[in-house]
């Protein structure tokens, strides 16, 4: 719930990705958000203010609200109520008012009288997000005040193919909450391992653990949002990496072995501050690997296995001065064994979890206990990933790095 207590004005402007605002309307409700809609006139003829009332329960509010003769809603006292404003899709004319400072329909007029951030979500056919006119005017929005969330690459309505599409619904979101989130890890660089890894025993058998890297996907999303540049390694998952909410904001490595990570890691930490190993690495791997496919019947009753390497435990050496989190997947004496694992490794802060009973591996939900290098503790009950995500990080934030 990042946007609780927060009110934000989507504004929906007149493009066939229109009808994808009802949807996004739904999903910052989801996130705590108070949401108000304002629709251009060309925006009603592809959804109807109806719509977005059903979804807000609120009055969508259009021209009329502006131009009315008996007076109506003033554009001054939504700007002054509003946190953000979130237009999305934005189009090329929508973008030629901001440019322009005009103040002729009743989101312009907003926009201007309002001293809140605005995200600007364009979305229009290729050739027009690439011409001349279009790229001036992005280049003409004060970028202390305007937030720029680029389009996506990919299929268009028109059957063409080409940047312009609407970005991913929790994309924006994500936007939205940086553009309203601390940004107390600005500046910071920050490498997040998560998921398992893969040791094959041949091409079509891996030894492996149900790690699903949601966790720390999580804690990559909600870096970003609070301001850092984030390296994210990611092992075999279904889930899907965060956007970058700005060009380098995000990187993604993807790798399969404990010694991928382990090599993806070390490159990574050369220029970061903070290292959080969310992942969930192999420990051992078969000693023996095969080329080709072991026959059923040629299986060995008995598997020959080896440790694999310990990633903390060998690059500690290169950690000095980095601020570096761990966490610690238990079923019993969760905190003993965390506590052991903080202070054998040289952890500043480690999540120790317990994973039985269905509990932390694959789930959305997480709980255990918090503890620091300073002795301190924390018990974290039941809660979404995500919100485990921001506590941690906001531990993360007061630590300071190259100590």
Known sequence: MRLTQRTILLGVCGGIAAYKSALLARALIRAGGSVRVAMTASAQRFIT??????????????????????????HVEIARTSDLILIAPATATTLARLAGGFADNLLSAVVLASRAPV??????????????????NLGLLDPDRYRMLLPESGALASGDSGPGRFPEVDDIVDAATAALAPQDLAGRSVVVTAGPTREPLDPVRVLTNPSSGRMGIEL????????????????????????????????????????????????????????????????????????????????????????????????????????????AAETTDIETSGRRKLESKGLDLLFA???????????????GVLLARDGSRLDVPPQSKSALADLILERVARLPADR
């Open 49 to 74: 203010p109806l719509t977005f009332e059903a979804l807000t329960e609120q009055a969508c509010l259009t021209d009329e609200d502006l131009f009315h003769t008996g007076g109506g809603v003033s």
């Open 353 to 367: 979890n317990p994973v039985d009973g269905g509990r932390g591996f694959g789930a959305e939900t997480n709980q």
């Open 119 to 136: 995200l600007v979500v364009p979305s229009m056919h290729t050739a027009m997000w690439e011409s001349l006119p279009v790229q001036r």
């Open 220 to 327: 990559a999303r909600a870096a970003q949002i609070r301001g850092a540049r984030v390296h994210l390694i990611l092992g075999p998952t279904h889930l899907a990496p965060p956007r970058p909410l700005a060009p380098d904001r995000m990187v993604v490595t993807r790798v399969v072995t404990t010694d991928d990570m382990l090599r993806a890691t070390r490159a990574a930490i050369a220029d970061a501050d903070t290292l959080i190993m969310a992942a969930a690495p192999a420990d051992e791997r078969p000693a023996s690997p095969v080329a080709s496919k072991i026959r059923k019947e040629a299986l060995p009753a008995t598997l020959a296995m080896e440790h694999t390497p310990d990633i903390l435990k060998t690059l500690r050496p290169e950690l000095a001065g980095r601020v570096v989190v761990g966490f």
